[in-house]
């Protein structure tokens, strides 16, 4: 786990309220924050492919948003140029019926990342306790007993292997209300527009209150949440780069030895 | 189907001695190409959008090539920048006992883009009449049946939307022998350099073979064999995209019609 300001600290309680949605950090605009997202870009490249050439551990990447709170731009703007090769997205829609005959961590533990891999979920396995928790899906008897469930998941996974970062991307109300507009006024974005964002956005203090208690009780040293102020779009892609090269450096990673005997080959 | 100085014409014999592997076509030098492959990736990155938001078509992307021709090279390409979220890379290696103990087709159909999707298949199907005919690991009396079997699976795919374009990365034994002699020479590339490569190679005229029987029966009108000139990476790259971005074009996608009754909606 490396440390951040955006860091929800394992052990201490989480108050969502205290997280600023609009912070931009040390940088003033996006203009003077422009060569430090280039710099993490090349330092990302370079770590995904010791990653895949090592082949010793995987990266799950857990994006979680309001509507509009930027789960596909940060995919795009992160993720732009690096190798796809290494990189594998998931994006977890209403489950299908097979999906639902199995316990809610089946589908997302098919999706894990092998070793090697940057495996990127566009939303989660949290949505279990979050929408199925805000509608109703499921009962409280039920997802009171999911945060135990998905520590103990995560923690298989980190044990083994992979490095597990969560992100919430985390905007204002005002600055959704904003962004749907836009998409209402953009003939290009009309695609985007879903009448039944709306409808959530009604839920809004209701999805805060399953976003403080699901980080509350799921930001663990082994798999951390960060909680990215991300009204500005330009400081998210930034402070979640910062948090993923950081976290990755960490991992050490080698370029694996040649086999016994390189020096003696000869290609005819 | 587009028009390609480099597309294997259905219908016609197809002989490999005849594809030249140093072609750069109507460029000079790497310098002089770099603004068509620029302008290349941009249109790309639009494309792709476009195939996402309309969800109508997936666009299948098949990569052959001897060892060291530029697969994973070419993938790290042509596709840096475009988004992750709709581009999915499935890399076939040796199959596991599951996949075995099924039809030569099935980890290939399980693997197929999603509509929306770009999914590109890095070795594919065609290991079946390939390795697996070169090194007699099936039968002529199984292997000679399946050029029709990949045709009959092709065409289900092309008839319900997906666009299939089949590239064999085409590069010279002396250029495949100055490749491996880099892998040896530089530590960072150790981990590329495969002992197992050195075997495949002095098969080359048995894979020559195999390819141009495969390409010869398997390049239709509805899924194309383009054999593109590999020695010159920079060249194969703009080739590579220029048949994807001419192909997707033909597609004609449009963004999806904005939902009855956008232009009344008021966001609180």
Sequence with gaps: MIDSDHLATP???????KCKTDDTGRFKDKESAQPAIEKLRSKLWDLQERLYAEGKHSVLIVLQAMDAGGKDG????????????????????????????????????LAA???????????????????????NIAPRSVWKHRYEHINNFERILAEEGTLILKFFLHISKAEQKERLEARL?????????NPGDLKERELWDDYMAAFEEAIDK?????????????????????????????????????????????????IK
Tied chains: 1, 2.
């Design 11 to 17: 052990g201490k309680r989480f108050h969502i309220k």
């Design 185 to 193: 006024a953009d003939p290009q974005e009309h695609w985007k527009f």
């Design 218 to 266: 799921t930001s663990t040293r082994h798999a951390p949440w960060y909680v990215i102020p991300a009204d500005r779009k330009w400081y998210r892609n930034w402070a979640i780069s910062d948090v993923i090269v950081r976290s990755m450096q960490r991992l050490n990673m080698k370029y694996p030895p040649a086999v016994e005997g390189l020096e003696k080959i000869v």
């Design 74 to 109: 940060a995919i795009d703007h992160v993720f732009h140029g690096v190798n796809p090769q290494g990189c594998s997205v998931t994006s977890f829609k209403v489950p299908s019926s097979l999906e639902r005959s199995h316990d809610f961590l089946w589908r997302h533990h």
């Design 113 to 135: 990342p092998q070793r090697g891999m940057i495996g990127i979920h566009n939303r989660s396995h949290y949505e279990a306790v979050l929408i199925e928790r805000v509608h």
